[in-house]
């Protein structure tokens, strides 16, 4: 029989022979030590089971047009999307593109994550003076879930039956779908995509260690 079942065991029984308040402290312990250990687990870019996450999709870097840019991007009348060449850029706020729209004559500014394709930028109309289109977001794609599992996101907490430790809100959606390694559209406009399974939480035997050893600290502590 598994030595560390057993040990679960006998530490279920020593938590039920708690009080109310005193079971209520430890399991709210154990709930942010194991929300803690999974955030690490997340910053390494492993499953549960030691293996590495799947690695992003790479993604095809903007091509340069010398301060011009190209792509096709969302028709308003929710039709096929119209291809952009936008010169004179500059970077707005957030993701935001401000520049000149060469077929609507004018200033228009564009969210660069609806932008659908990036395209060559034609050759008359690159601008030999500007410089080179380059894409932001430089710690997000350092490591993945680094929003998704900071504390304002991936909570713990205590009720009736235990503890829990999890996602809250919208996100939960979002982590579910990597968890599970499902479908799903990367925005409202975006084609449906298959993303690989990447599970965000589980328990490891090291977790189970670290919550034996918080219970056995709390009742060594003589409460």
Same mark, same amino acid.
């Given at each position: 029989?598994?030595?560390?079942?057993?040990?679960?065991? #006998?530490?279920?029984?020593?938590?039920?022979?708690? &009080?109310?308040? %005193?079971?209520? #402290?430890?399991?709210?312990?154990?709930?942010?030590?194991? +929300?803690?250990?999974?955030?690490?687990?997340?910053?390494?870019?492993?499953?549960?089971? !030691?293996? &590495?996450?799947?690695?992003?999709?790479?993604?095809?870097?903007? #091509? &340069?047009?010398?301060? +011009?840019?190209?792509?096709?991007?969302?028709?308003? !009348?929710?039709? $096929?999307?119209?291809?952009?060449?936008?010169?004179?850029?500059?970077?707005?706020?957030?993701?935001?593109?401000?520049?000149?729209?060469?077929?609507?004559?004018?200033? *228009?500014? /564009?969210?660069?994550?609806?932008?659908?394709?990036?395209?060559?930028?034609?050759? $008359?109309? *690159?601008?030999?003076?500007? !410089?080179?289109?380059?894409?932001?977001?430089?710690?997000?794609?350092?490591?993945?879930?680094?929003?998704?599992?900071?504390?304002?996101?991936? =909570?713990?907490?205590?009720?009736? %039956?235990? /503890?829990?430790?999890? /996602?809250?809100?919208?996100?939960? %959606?979002?982590?579910?779908?990597? %968890?599970? !390694?499902?479908?799903?559209? @990367?925005?409202?406009?975006?084609?449906?995509?298959?993303? @690989?399974?990447?599970?965000?939480?589980?328990?490891?035997?090291?977790? =189970?260690?670290?919550?034996?050893?918080?219970?056995?600290?709390?009742?060594?502590?003589?409460?």
């Amino acid at each position: 029989m598994d030595d560390l079942a057993d040990l679960e065991r #006998i530490a279920g029984a020593m938590l039920r022979n708690l &009080s109310n308040g %005193q079971r209520r #402290i430890v399991m709210r312990k154990m709930a942010r030590d194991l +929300a803690n250990s999974q955030r690490r687990r997340i910053a390494s870019q492993r499953q549960p089971d !030691g293996s &590495s996450f799947a690695p992003r999709k790479p993604k095809t870097p903007p #091509i &340069s047009g010398r301060g +011009a840019a190209c792509f096709l991007y969302p028709s308003g !009348g929710g039709g $096929e999307p119209r291809k952009v060449i936008m010169k004179s850029f500059t970077w707005g706020t957030g993701s935001m593109m401000i520049g000149y729209d060469i077929e609507a004559g004018a200033i *228009r500014s /564009f969210d660069r994550d609806k932008i659908v394709k990036w395209l060559p930028v034609p050759e $008359e109309h *690159r601008n030999r003076g500007g !410089g080179r289109l380059r894409r932001r977001g430089g710690l997000r794609r350092r490591a993945m879930f680094r929003r998704l599992s900071s504390a304002r996101f991936l =909570r713990s907490g205590i009720d009736d %039956q235990g /503890f829990w430790v999890g /996602f809250t809100g919208k996100v939960s %959606q979002i982590a579910d779908v990597h %968890q599970r !390694g499902l479908r799903d559209r @990367p925005s409202l406009r975006a084609k449906a995509v298959s993303y @690989p399974k990447r599970e965000l939480l589980g328990d490891t035997p090291a977790d =189970r260690g670290l919550l034996l050893d918080t219970l056995y600290s709390h009742l060594a502590a003589g409460v």
